[in-house]
């Protein structure tokens, strides 16, 4: 587990003093169209500014260009500049909204092709004249927020498109309390894994998966260095001068966490494809240990059939193309990017079937807050227990049979998994007992109802978010059964659940 410091969590208190007008400012009375400032947050009580309000992004365009660290001994420092090109909708009519920047420099902005002057942070309440835009970095509140006030103003429905030129030094945190996650630098490029609002370290983004948004990348490198982002290459990678562009496109809707943008020593491996015609798409790091390359080969090469069976089991997957990364720097864990999930120095197999599991569960349905992230973990993980009885191991029962069994201290039992904390997210507790939880209702609502229930689940919250409110809801629809008490005993209540689950 990572009881590391996450992003935000100690941050609610600091909206006042000092940090200027970051936040939401009150009304205009009178008549006519009330221009607001669109919030500074999605509302997630974990991280509370994360995401932000006032409007619904369509689409990230990425144009970066990145140059990896020299080689030892120089620093291990990477830049890193990029234009984003953000298709939004306002959802009010906005005075000003926020994006969320971390880490990085703006050098210009526009808005409907208006430019917008930098000014310093306004005092809250206080008026700026014309399209400008400020940008609040406070490493120790943990806030992170660009405003953009657009003039003419934006109306409720408007479309509008924002252009931002930013770059910055990239690095690998030093703090040991910082988990690494965002754009890690390494020495043969970058390791991009931005769970759970690690995406504003690389581009200006609303970093909360209650907006997703589809995406193209044109990634510009050294030549030899290979760049791997979410989807399809819509054309090959160009090469001029020294540089190589590589082009990804990434059109279903896809949540900021689940973005990556990973550049190394990879090879691109010849595309492959489930029975089911998901193109497969590898890249896997030359500089992998041999065993662990044996090992990684081994795992990717089950990546169709694991398809087959988990479409077997929750419909079908989810998005346009699938396939692996795996770099050989270690961040401690995998990452389960969207259609392209990242592994840390090798692949191992129940890892591999966790990360694909998570793009019908996570990606496709994401948690709506942070809080949710059991319906991520746990289902992983039971698709994990589900894939092991598939290949002739163990059941899924007697997995949970065997994560049941043994005596553990009474801090394991009180974690609550349907609320764990910002740093309980990634808590074994949220993977085993949320796995657990899941391999109970099973039991509880037998076969029939629960896979009902979970194709329910996946069709409605399709390319959305939802909680475990909703998740109960389903059901409880397929099951005709009342479940509180039961989601009360697994999720909430500090002790080890009774026994009443355990079969032969
Ligand atoms: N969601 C990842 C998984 O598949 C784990 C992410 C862990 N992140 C972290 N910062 N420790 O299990
Ligand atoms: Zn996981």
Known sequence: MGARLLGGATAAVLVFGGLGAIGAAAAPKGPGPRYTAGAAGAGDAYFPFAGNGGYDVQHYDLDLDYTPPAPAPAPLEGRLDGTATIDLVATQDL?????????MEVESLTVNGKTAAAVAPPMAGAEVDGAAYWHVQDDDARV??????????????????????????????????????????????????????????????????????????????????????????????????????????APDAQ?????????????????????SGVPIIDAVDLDLAPNR???????????????????????????????????????????????????????????VAHELAHQ??????SPERWQDIWLNEGWATYAGWMWTEEAGGRT???????????????????LQIGDPGPMGLFATQVYNRGAGTLHALRVEVGDEAFFE???????????????????????????????DEFFETWLYDQVKPPADWVQP
């Open 396 to 414: 899924a029962q007697q997995s949970f049979n065997a994560w049941y069994a043994p005596a553990r201290t009474p801090a394991y039992w009180q």
């Open 95 to 103: 005075d000003r909204f926020n994006l969320d920047l971390r880490g």
């Open 453 to 483: 229930g979970t194709r329910l689940w996946l069709e409605r919250y399709d390319d959305s978010a939802a909680t475990a409110d909703d998740f109960r809801a389903v059901y409880e629809e397929v099951s005709g059964e009342d479940l």
């Open 293 to 351: 390359l044996a090992t990684t080969n081994a795992s990717l090469a089950r990546q169709a059939d694991m398809i087959d069976f988990f479409e077997n089991r929750f419909g079908p997957y989810p998005f346009t193309a699938y396939g692996s990364i795996v770099d050989d720097d270690d961040i401690g864990y995998a990452l389960e990017t969207q259609t392209r999930p990242i592994y840390s120095t090798q692949a191992g197999e129940g890892t």
């Open 144 to 249: 992170w927020e660009l405003t953009v006030q657009p003039r003419p103003k934006l109306k409720a429905g408007q479309r509008a498109t924002v252009v931002i030129q930013y770059g910055g030094v990239t690095t690998q945190p030093e703090d040991i309390e910082e988990a690494l996650y965002g754009w890690v630098t390494t020495r043969d490029g970058a390791m991009v894994a931005s769970e759970p609002d690690g995406s504003m370290t690389w581009y200006p983004v609303s970093d909360h998966q209650t907006d997703k948004a589809s995406y193209s990348f044109a990634i510009t490198v050294p030549e030899g260095k290979v760049a791997v982002a979410n989807g399809i290459q819509p054309k090959p990678e160009e090469t001029a001068d020294g540089l190589t562009t590589w082009y990804w496109d």
């Open 255 to 275: 949540a900021s966490y689940l973005t990556t943008a990973s550049v190394g020593d990879f090879e691109l491996r010849e595309t492959r494809y489930s029975s």
């Open 360 to 365: 019908w569960f996570g990606d496709a349905v």
